[in-house]
């Protein structure tokens, strides 16, 4: 029983306040107490101070004016969080205003009272209709006075009615103590608790008033105040709102009513229940408090609307508009308002509108259902309980199987509970709802398990509901109307609890003033109280009530709390789309493969289970499985086992970061100190030490709550101990229920402990609590020496000891033993004071983080201060332990592997192959090709390197395929790039190596690894060390050819190479002879043999067409050569140099002098005098003499003469040479400056150069006319081919091509001399091409654009041809990006545009093959179907020689294409010819220190001959396998055949003269009949053993070596590896091949490859590893893969099948197998039978076609390209009579008579009707003046197709080539012109140059001065980006006008100009805009 109220208060008007108040304008703000009763104060209720605030809340005031009285009930809240309720019933009393002022003063005073007492008349709700006018007595003031009851009840109405009584007794004088009425109040009505009966009383006034308590004490009563906030707010605003709430928001509403502020409050805060609101709570807050506002903490509060403007500034405050229906939420909120989750938000909004708009769901039906009338309408408190049973539905969902996460830290003296957020919300599937997270963390949710938390208490309303949601929810899923009906009965429930029917039922009687009362004017004060009255009948009715009266109280009884829904345990698994269970079983399995030791069989199910740890259920099966294997206190693993079992644990470890995955961290948190492994006796590794990375073990909030599921197991554990004991005393007849069948849980444990509570004594109870808190200490130790494991690393000592003396801690960690003695030799060094810091630092702060676990779990937990404070004291000796055990620990750890790594496989190795630096373990890691193999990379091995190659064998980390075998290599010779790489991922291991390397070959080989962690940098930049020393070594012969086999040179020096520059007097002396050399000076005669002439470094053009590095190598072998020692030639040395392959194939071509021809075999340069590149022996016409040949060699470059290497059945010739030189450094200047204005520059020839040129000419067939109309029946007349083919530029496949053609293929190179026709025209009247004779000419020379007119005569009948070829300085970077496109090192991203067929365009490869295949096509076409000789000097006639003159001799002669005739080219063509394969593959030992780049010209070719080959597959008699076995040892060093750079080193090493003394290793001259060795000497057997394989000890240096030729012939006749079984042997066939890019494609040598044994071109290897293979897969099913087998011998052709079987069948017969080429050899071919065909000659020329084409593109571009830049003026044509018979220079026909016009600047004669299709570019050859005679033509002798060459200085190959050839008059398209200066590219000098824009050609031209007629260059406008205003600059000219500079930006560059004034830039600007739009 409780009193109905604790105090009646009077509260009145402070009239002496107001006097002297000092606020702003004097207001008084404040009342004052007139009376309290009781006036002392209850024992347990005290009396609330500031109650006067709350009287009024918007401030005490006087008005002019009665209001009606009003009510309001405020809530304050005491100190200890309890409510007291303020009713308050406010009326306005008479004051009259004493008269103690002056007049003026008493006006002031009205004046503000006027002002004051307007505000509460228009802010109360109540609109004043009087005016200050009306007003007659200024001194009649009403002042407020309040009656306030102050109750801890919640009973509104009552204390309404009571307070109206007690006014209305007041206001009409009834007859009854005012005394008497508040003494019964105060102490006479008793009202029964929660579940009571109805109350009835009077309070002394004739009045009958009821009072029902509610049924429930815990649920909260709101009247209708719900449906009131959802009428005014909305659904979607209250739900937010409540969100809010529940989230820990403030919340103010505003509203000019004080009932509606309350009600809301009220009505918000019940919305949360079962949640209890405790935080700051004040539905009305007086305007004299609003700063309590800017509180940080949550509150709920209402204010007054007319204070809105006076709280604008509030931030973080969501403010609700009642009256407006507005809840706004600041834009600043952080973080947001979070929504419920998202089916409940959804669903309650529509449980919500079913309730308030029952009538929506058929709103928009056409015939809705009739509903009967219901017999009552609900009433807004029946809506109200429904629309709460909502929300009591709604949390009951949100906490389902909260009771699960409960935790029971103790249970006596009384129960501490805590929550386990982090299993809930990772049960529930809840860890993304912010709105659950924030709940679970706020006071309400504390307070709520505090409250509901106890499972033996009274339950209530909620708790009924909670346990029986779920099945609620079954059935309504199945049936959707019984939503409506269980919302409905919960209502019901809650509408009953109020108890409003029993308390309408009863007729009260309560007195009310009549209307108007309250305007009576001559209303008397409220009377004043007699107290002792009071308090007489107050102790009168305490008396009365003290006799306990038998009130029946429905009290709820203390049950115990049901569970409800069960959450899943912590390691129970839920089934789940994304595990099947498959997945999951596979799991199982290898954690028992593990534990069983069956350590391959877990590591191939790896990948599976590492990909299924992915999911949460499965890292928790794995947690489960885990713990079924632990048995004791400790399990000991072997290393595999150990290092599986932690890569797991870290593998689910590494999703942790969420709370919900606290259960797995700490279910794995006990097998770390469980598992661990044995490294050395004594030293014990646990699986701690290596899965310490992760954050979850310092987060806290993880280790209090894992500490606390562990104590309430413990706890758990000691009951059911004491348990067990009473059951063994107790008598049979016990209790059922307290033998329960399965273990009970600890709510049920602490239930049952609670219920016998009150009949333990307490003696037991103290014992209980005892072992309660011993529990919780120990844990508090075991988790503090967890923490200790965890937290500090395994690394703490030796990580700072390391890194001040890492030298002395390595050589300590190399000399320490196996044992713990061992290991103590580091420790007592490391005690110095930074070490000991760094050590102490981590254990200060470790110690300070568990220190603060323990304050904060043991306070929690009850733990006493002592066991605290030891706790405390224990944790630093934990710490320092623990860090010291540690250290040997880790120096173990360190030397042992973490896990037993592979077995190193050593390579297979060649004979003579051996290791030079220990293996390193190692990962080959994936790049970025694109192929079926990348499966099998990662590969776990070693990388080796031997004398010979760098190996990487291993074996696929991918455990389906770890049983292969993966072997990457390359030769060391082919490396390309060395580089470090670091930060590599793998992600089978999920680690990270930061150690890697990447080596790049030139055989298309990449090796990427990543060094395992147990490999050193020390060891790496060793192994960097000695790979560079083997790359690059210190002379040839240190390379492998010389190394593995082959005899000693006896006598013979190596090449020694010089340090260059070693001393500062040798530099002086090379600067002083090279510059003097450049000058022209000879050099001094010396008595030592001279290799080379005098002249060959003397001209410019060894600087223009070589690259710099490439001078540079020349003159330092000059030196070397010139210093050398000369060798003295027997008779017998020159028989045998005459004996060479190439000398003989000379003889078979007829080149010797008994066949006739005019040619002999010379042995003019057996000493290399005459040219050191050459071949000792070499073919000479008859006519020149050997000393006219020696003297020749001044005129060409690099001494290389022209010489004859192949001739036609028809006489034609094929030869080859370097270009000319000028005759004099000066005159060569002359050309290349170009300054002049001339138009020719006259180049003196040299007269020896004549005369051999003509020598060979003569050798030459003669001339014999070629009719055009031969090739009528052909689409393509030759005329048209003549007409256009120059004007037709061969257009590339992309724009991008075209691009890189015109910036690389064109690109001058000095100029040079050559010999040519005179001119002619260039235009064939297509009409009557068919009676035109094209005449050809004798000799047709290639060379560079650049080079200038003709110095030969024209009776020579010769042409000079300038030709586009793709030379080194464009293959190099060709060569370099093709290879990044085979052999990317990264992966790379086709959104990007770079895709593997991208790139490969973009290298140009194809382009220049195509180039070479074209140029070469010409040479075939001249020389087969012309019968025209071709000369070839191109660059020093080298590299692009050798490669058209090879591709054109194996076009032309089908001896070549055998296998014998194969050799012999190439040792012709690039090994005699001195092609320099050292240079070009960077092998010159000088080049270790350089950046020369490697150029693949031999690679070139090679794969040209593959085109070839796959477009003509029986021309050849070696297959593809050949080519590439060539491409791959042609940088691979293994044979001696390409490690020098021509004949003369080969023969200063000795090599030449053993190979001739030796003789060759031909089939004819080693085998015989029967193919067993006739003639082999000792000599030949020891350098070429018949077992390649026998092992021999290794020979010292200067072997000479193995030639590739010779092993192939060998291979050949033991196998048909080389050979192509398609080959036909036609000897007559010419080969015409299509050579548009369309046409070829690349080839598979650089991108295939065979992982199973690394390259196959090192056939003594991969033979070995067949052999393994053969045997062991014998009558097994092969599975053949493609790039990881071999497929040619794993899936050989049919011939090779076939030729086995044959072998097979003779052995099995006793037969000697025979050799395979004589089976193949005495096969009968079947005879064909021909068909006959009427071929037409269209038909017969069809493969002719294109070629022909372009061969005469590549002669009239040509023609065109070398003089035409300089000329494009106009003929300037007049008549002439012609008095001598003349030939028109564009038909030929004869000019007689006065019918012909001639140039006056050129003197070319035309017909009047020819001049139109003359050439327009005049030549401006001047006639002499006066001269009748005809011009110096002699057209017998002339072609007159072509066009004379001219003396020009650039060759460009921009379109204005075209244009001028058509163009009729270039000075006509000229749009501005005028001075501007320019900067210089390279100089960066101002020079005023002439300019010329042109729209028309759309150009920007410039000139040395406005009369020049070649521009010194051109800027094409479509290259152009911008034209800006620039910056001024230093141009040396005076008054410089700083506006008058401007930039034009191209693609290219940014070319920079001024103009003399600002005005001219500007017009200039305007001009090149203007073009450009």
Request: net charge neutral; charged share 20%.
């Amino acid at each position: 029983m409780s009193r109905l109220a604790d105090y009646f208060v009077i509260v009145g008007y402070d009239s002496d306040k107001e006097k002297t108040a000092s606020n702003v304008g004097g207001q008084p703000t404040c009342g004052k107490i007139v009376q309290r009763f009781p006036e002392k104060d209850w024992p347990d209720t005290p009396f609330i101070d500031g109650i006067e605030w709350f009287c009024q809340p918007l401030g005490w005031s006087l008005s002019y004016e009665k209001q009606e009285p009003k009510f309001f009930v405020s809530v304050l809240t005491d100190i200890d969080a309890n409510k007291h309720y303020c009713a308050c019933l406010s009326f306005h009393e008479t004051v009259a205003i004493t008269q103690t002022r002056s007049v003026d003063d008493e006006d002031e005073t009205i004046g503000s009272s006027r002002l004051l007492g307007a505000t509460p008349s228009s802010t109360d709700g109540i609109t004043s209709t009087s005016t200050p006018a009306a007003i007659t007595h200024h001194s009649v003031m009403y002042a407020p006075k309040c009656l306030v009851l102050i109750s801890r009840l919640d009973c509104a109405e009552t204390f309404k009615n009571c307070l109206g009584t007690i006014y209305t007794v007041y206001i009409e004088n009834l007859a009854y103590g005012l005394e008497t009425l508040i003494g019964n109040i105060l102490g006479c009505i008793q009202v029964p608790p929660a579940g009571g009966p109805q109350v009835r009383f009077s309070i002394g006034a004739g009045d009958k008033q009821s009072l029902q308590p509610p049924q429930s004490s815990s649920l909260p009563t709101t009247g209708s105040g719900v449906h009131f906030l959802f009428k005014q707010l909305g659904i979607k605003n209250v739900l937010i709102l409540l969100c809010a709430v529940m989230t820990e928001n403030k919340i103010l509403f505003l509203s000019k009513c004080y009932w509606h502020l309350t009600d809301s409050c009220r009505a918000l805060v019940a919305l949360m229940y079962p949640f209890r609101y405790t935080h700051v709570y004040i539905p009305i807050l007086p305007a004299p408090l609003t700063e309590v506002l800017s509180t940080p903490t949550p509150f709920i509060m209402g204010i007054h609307s007319s204070l809105q403007t006076e709280i604008t500034d509030l931030l973080d405050v969501i403010v609700v508009d009642l009256d407006g229906g507005l809840v706004t939420i600041p834009e600043s909120l952080t973080p947001p308002v979070p929504i419920l989750p998202s089916p409940l938000w959804e669903q309650t909004q529509d449980m919500l509108s079913m309730i308030l708009f029952p009538n929506l769901a058929q709103a928009d039906l056409a015939f809705p259902t009739l509903e009967r009338p219901s017999a009552m309408a609900k009433t807004d408190a029946q809506i109200d309980k429904e629309l709460r049973a909502i929300f009591m539905r709604l949390f009951a969902q949100l906490l389902q199987g909260y009771r699960s996460c409960l935790t029971i830290i103790r249970i006596h003296p009384k129960p501490v509970i805590t929550f386990h957020k982090a299993g809930f919300l990772g049960a529930r599937d809840l860890i993304e709802s912010e709105f659950l997270f924030r709940v679970l963390d706020s006071m309400f949710f504390t307070t709520f398990v505090n409250e509901r938390g106890p499972p033996w208490r009274s339950s209530d309303a909620w708790d009924e509901l909670y346990s029986s949601m779920n099945e609620l929810l079954k059935t309504e899923s199945q049936n959707r109307n019984l939503i409506l009906t269980h919302i409905q009965e919960l209502g019901r429930v809650l509408y009953e609890n109020e108890g409003t029917i029993a308390h309408i039922n009863y007729a009260q009687k309560v007195l009310r003033p009549p209307d108007g009362a309250f305007q009576r004017i001559h209303q008397p004060a409220f009377p004043r109280i007699s107290s002792e009255k009071v308090e007489l009948i107050i102790q009168e009715g305490i008396r009365k009530n003290g006799v306990p009266q038998r009130f029946h109280v429905t009290r709820n009884q203390h049950r115990i709390i049901p569970m409800g829904p069960r959450l899943p345990e912590a390691l129970d698994v839920r089934p789940n789309v994304q595990n099947s269970a498959r997945r999951l079983e596979v799991l199982r399995i290898c954690v028992s493969y593990i534990f069983e030791n069956r350590i391959t069989d877990a590591r191939k199910l790896l990948p599976a289970v590492m990909r299924t740890l992915m999911h949460r259920d499965a890292r928790l099966i794995l947690c489960r499985e885990f713990f079924g294997y632990v048995h004791g206190n400790k399990a000991v693993l072997d290393h595999q086992q150990f290092e599986l079992v932690v890569r797991f644990m870290n593998k689910a470890l590494q999703k942790s970061s969420g709370i919900d995955e606290y259960t797995v961290a700490a279910a794995l948190l006990p097998m770390s100190t469980i598992f661990c492994r044995k490294l050395s006796t004594g030293v014990v590794q646990f699986a701690y030490t290596e899965i310490q990375d992760h954050a979850i073990w310092k987060n806290l909030q993880f280790w209090e709550s894992t500490f606390f599921q562990d104590v309430q197991g413990q706890i758990k554990a000691l009951y059911l101990l004491h348990r067990r004991q009473n059951e063994h005393q107790k008598e049979a007849n016990c209790v059922l229920d307290e033998v329960p069948l399965e273990e009970p849980t600890a709510l049920e444990i602490t239930a049952e402990q609670l219920r016998k509570s009150p009949s333990i004594e307490e003696e037991k109870k103290a014992e209980l609590a005892k072992s309660e808190e011993s529990t919780l200490y120990s844990q508090a130790i075991h988790f503090a020496n967890r923490m200790v494991s965890l937290l500090i690393p395994l690394d703490v000592n030796v990580d700072a000891a390391s890194k001040p003396k890492p030298a002395f801690r390595l050589e300590e960690n190399q000399s320490v033993s196996n044992s713990i003695m061992g290991s103590h030799s580091l420790s007592e060094h490391s005690d110095e004071g930074f070490e000991e810091n760094n050590a102490l630092e981590i254990g200060v702060t470790v110690g300070k983080t568990i220190s603060r676990f323990i304050d904060c779990v043991c306070t929690e937990g009850g733990v006493t201060s002592e066991h605290i404070r030891n706790l405390h004291d224990m944790v630093p000796g934990v710490v320092h332990m623990h860090i010291e055990s540690l250290e040997p620990v880790y120096l173990e750890a360190k030397r042992h592997p973490h896990v037993q790594k592979p077995k190193i496989q050593t390579p297979c190795l060649l004979p003579g192959e051996d290791l030079v630096t220990d293996h390193l373990r190692c990962f080959l890691m994936p790049d970025g090709r694109e192929d079926e193999t990348q499966c099998l990379i990662p590969a776990e091995g070693a990388l080796f390197l031997t004398n010979y190659r760098v190996i990487f064998k291993g074996s696929p980390c991918d455990p389906l395929f770890c049983e292969q075998v993966i072997v990457r290599t390359f030769p060391i010779a082919s490396l390309l790039k060395e580089k470090k790489i670091s930060v590599l991922y793998l992600a089978h291991l999920d680690q990270t190596l930061t150690e890697g390397l990447q080596l790049r070959s030139s055989s298309f080989q990449l090796i990427k690894v990543a060094f395992d962690p147990e490999v050193t940098p020390e060891q790496i930049e060793s192994f960097r060390k000695i790979l560079s020393k083997a790359r690059h070594p210190f002379d040839e012969f240190e390379y492998f050819a010389f190394q593995s086999y082959g005899t000693m040179l006896q006598g013979v020096a190596p090449l020694k190479t010089k340090e260059k520059y070693s001393t500062l007097k040798g530099f002086a002396k090379k600067t002083l002879l090279r510059g003097a050399k450049k000058a022209g000076f000879k050099q001094k005669q010396q008595t030592k043999r001279k290799l080379v002439s005098d002249y060959e470094y003397g001209s410019a053009d060894a600087q223009e067409t070589q690259s710099i590095d490439d001078e540079l190598e020349d003159g330092d072998e000059f030196e070397t050569q010139n210093n050398a020692m000369p060798r003295l030639l027997t008779t017998k040395d020159v028989e045998r140099m005459r004996e060479r392959s190439y000398v003989q194939d000379w003889k078979r071509l007829g080149f010797d002098a008994e066949s006739q021809r005019g040619f002999r075999i010379s042995n003019v340069n057996t000493s290399y005098a005459t040219c050191r590149s050459y071949p000792a022996i070499i073919v000479a016409p008859v006519q020149c003499s050997d000393a006219a040949i020696m003297h020749l060699g001044r005129c060409f470059k690099g001494q290389r003469i022209p010489l004859p290497t192949w001739r036609h059945a028809n006489g034609a010739l094929l030869i080859r040479g370097g270009q000319p030189n000028s005759k004099s450094v000066i005159g060569m200047l002359k050309n290349t400056t170009g300054s002049t204005t001339n138009a020719h520059h006259d180049v003196t020839h040299y007269p020896e150069q004549d005369k051999y040129f003509l020598a060979l000419i003569n050798t030459m067939p003669k001339l014999t006319p070629l009719a055009l109309n031969q090739y009528s029946g052909m689409n393509l007349s030759m005329s048209s081919l003549i007409g256009h083919g120059c004007s037709e530029d061969r257009q590339p496949l992309t724009p991008e091509l075209s691009r890189k053609h015109k910036n690389n293929l064109d690109i001058s190179d000095g100029n040079k001399s050559c010999q040519g026709g005179k001119t002619g025209t260039m235009k064939g009247n297509s009409k009557n091409s068919s009676a035109h004779h094209f005449r050809k000419m004798r000799l047709y020379a290639l060379g560079e654009k650049s080079q200038a007119k003709s110095n030969m005569n024209v009776d020579f009948c010769a042409d000079f041809i300038p030709v586009d070829y793709p030379d080194i300085r464009q293959s190099r970077p060709a060569f370099k990006k093709l290879i990044r496109a085979c052999m990317p090192s990264h992966n790379t991203n086709e959104t990007d545009g770079q895709s593997f067929a991208k790139m490969v365009e973009q290298s140009d490869w194809l382009q220049q093959i195509s180039s070479l295949m074209q140029l070469s096509g010409a040479v075939v076409d001249l020389i087969d179907l012309q019968e025209s000789s071709v000369m070839l000097s191109l660059e020093d006639g080298s590299d692009v020689t050798a490669q058209l003159s090879s591709i054109a001799q194996l076009c032309l002669d089908p001896y070549y294409r055998s296998l014998d005739g194969f050799r012999v080219l190439v040792e012709k063509e690039w090994l005699a010819f001195g092609h320099r394969f050292a240079h070009r593959s960077n092998l010159k030992p000088s080049h270790a220190n350089t950046n020369i780049a490697f150029a693949p010209t031999f690679l070139q070719f090679l794969d040209v001959v593959h085109q070839l080959q796959r477009q003509f597959p029986m021309a050849f008699e070696f297959n593809d396998f050949y080519l590439r076995f060539l491409a791959y040892h042609s940088v691979s060093c293994r044979f001696r055949t390409f490690l020098f750079d021509c004949e003369l080193e080969r023969s200063d090493s000795g090599i030449a003269a053993m190979e001739d003394k030796r003789g060759s290793l031909n089939a004819k001259h080693m085998f015989g009949v029967g193919g067993m060795a006739t003639n082999g000497s000792d000599d030949e057997c020891s350098v070429y053993p018949l077992d390649i394989r026998s092992q021999r000890a290794p020979a010292p240096l200067n072997r000479i070596g193995h030639s590739i030729f010779d092993y192939i012939e060998r291979q050949h006749n033991k196998t048909p590896i080389f050979y192509n079984f398609l080959y036909s042997g036609d000897k007559s066939m010419t080969l015409r091949p299509q050579n548009n890019v369309a046409a070829l494609d690349l080839w598979c040598y650089y991108t295939n490859e065979e992982l199973a044994q690394g390259a196959p071109y090192d056939l003594e290897v991969t033979t070995v590893d067949d052999e393994i293979d053969l045997s062991e897969t014998k009558g097994k099913r092969m599975v053949i893969t493609a790039g990881y087998d071999n497929m040619e011998k794993c899936n050989p052709n049919a011939y090779v099948c076939l030729l086995s079987e044959v072998k097979q069948a003779e052995t099995e017969r006793g037969h000697l197998p025979q050799k395979w080429l004589q089976v193949w050899n005495s096969l009968e071919v079947p005879q064909l039978e021909p068909v006959a065909r009427n071929a037409s000659l269209g038909n017969i020329f069809v493969q002719t076609h294109q070629h022909k084409r372009s061969t005469l593109e590549i002669i009239m571009k040509g023609r065109l390209a070398g003089y035409q830049d300089k000329y494009f003026h106009p003929h300037r044509f007049e008549k002439h009579p012609y008095t001598t018979p003349t030939n028109c220079n564009h038909c030929t026909k004869l000019l007689w008579g006065p019918v012909g016009y001639r140039c006056m600047d050129c003197g070319n004669s035309y017909h009047e009707k020819c001049t139109e299709h003359s050439m327009k570019n005049c030549t401006k050859y001047k006639a002499i003046d006066g001269a009748v005679g005809p011009p110096n033509v002699n057209m017998s002798q002339g072609d007159t197709a072509s066009i004379a060459s001219s003396a020009a200085t650039t060759a460009r190959t921009s379109s204005h080539h075209f244009y001028n050839q058509f163009s009729s008059n270039v000075a006509e398209n000229r749009t501005h012109e005028g001075h501007l200066y320019k900067r210089g590219a390279l100089l960066k000098g101002w020079k005023q140059r002439w300019f010329v824009l042109d729209s028309i050609k759309h150009q920007l031209r410039y000139y040395d001065t406005s009369e020049d007629t070649a521009p010194k260059g051109i800027i094409e406008l479509a290259e152009v980006q911008s034209v800006t205003v620039a910056q001024p600059a230093q141009i040396g000219a005076k008054g410089v006008d700083e506006k008058g500079f401007f930039d034009l930006k191209t693609s290219k560059r940014i070319y920079n100009f001024y103009a003399i004034n600002a005005n001219l830039a500007q017009e200039w600007i305007e001009k090149l805009q203007a073009c450009l739009q």
